[in-house]
């Protein structure tokens, strides 16, 4: 179905406006009646001679730095504070006594979530949890196996920093 002159004004000045391919489309089909698909109406537009306006791209959000590799306590609290919520009585984002458990902001690649602790004996280490529901440890000198007490604390204090995000 051809549009009339008249029509082909209106649409001429609906694109004028500023209204994009899908309005035109759109307004087409309720004020004239007409169906008409979307390669169909950017040719008419083409035909019209009118030209598009390109709406302003979206800005880009800016990148988190990247952690220093060997730098364990990277987060301060102002930067764990806009991560999410904090549980109640860990304001610095780190849950603990003598095992300190933290949270990363960007998750590490392949990881459900990721982040670290600190063991009562001073030793760090870096922990994943995956995809399949596996912790595993990195970063810490072969053959080291923390204390029972401490994996138990790290385990406890785990849970309850991810049940407190969401996880």
């Given amino acids: 179905m051809e549009l009339t002159n008249e029509q082909r004004i209106t649409v001429k000045q609906w694109v004028a406006d500023g209204a994009d391919l899908s309005a035109v489309q759109r307004r087409i089909k309720e004020e004239f009646g007409i169906s008409?698909?979307?390669?169909?109406?950017?040719?008419?537009?083409?035909?019209?001679g009118a030209q598009l306006k390109d709406k302003p791209e979206p800005r880009?959000?800016?990148?988190?730095?990247?952690?220093?590799?060997?730098?364990?306590?990277?987060?301060?609290?102002?930067?764990v504070g806009k991560a999410g919520a904090i549980p109640k009585g860990a304001s610095d984002g780190v849950i603990g006594g003598s095992v300190s458990v933290t949270l990363d902001r960007v998750v590490q690649a392949g990881?459900?979530?990721?982040?670290?602790?600190?063991?009562?004996?001073?030793?760090?280490?870096?922990?994943?949890?995956?995809?399949?529901?596996?912790?595993?440890?990195?970063?810490?000198?072969?053959?080291?196996?923390?204390?029972?007490?401490?994996?138990?604390?790290?385990q406890k204090q785990l849970q309850s920093l991810l049940q407190t995000r969401g996880y």
């Fill in 36 to 48: 008409m698909t979307f390669m169909d109406a950017r040719l008419l537009v083409l035909e019209l």
């Fill in 60 to 79: 880009k959000p800016v990148p988190p730095k990247p952690e220093a590799e060997d730098d364990l306590d990277a987060e301060t609290p102002d930067e």
């Fill in 111 to 154: 990881a459900v979530a990721s982040g670290q602790v600190t063991f009562s004996d001073g030793t760090r280490a870096k922990w994943i949890f995956d995809q399949m529901g596996r912790l595993g440890l990195d970063g810490v000198k072969p053959g080291y196996r923390p204390p029972q007490e401490d994996v138990r604390e790290f």
